[in-house]
């Protein structure tokens, strides 16, 4: 909370060597990661916590978040969507309005291309 990534990154590794970790450790440790700008270290613990709590709105959300930088839209739309199902987030909501436009805009150039 007071911004120290750098910080709690090594603290959060130290916990999930010294025994197995919880969903919440990863994705909490998955939120530091995505604040450094690390989206596939960060993508990775999320599907560590969606395997061990599929219903991790948190998980869901990072991840979408994720996919939306990387440029992945579809993915993040589902995430994204799967997220606000489960546990509704204003960020979250004008995150997944953006990933809609994005694909809207793709499929736009899809059909575009497929009719010349």
Known sequence: SQGMYDEALVKFNEAIVSAEPSALLLANRGHVLFKLNKYTASSRD???T???NPD?????RIRGECN???GKYHDALKDLSAAQTIDFDEEAAIMLKEATEKC???EAVVVKMKLE
């Open 46 to 48: 999320c599907d560590a």
């Open 50 to 52: 969606l395997e061990k």
């Open 56 to 60: 991790s709105a948190k998980a869901l």
């Open 68 to 70: 939306l930088k990387r």
């Open 104 to 106: 809207k805009e793709i």
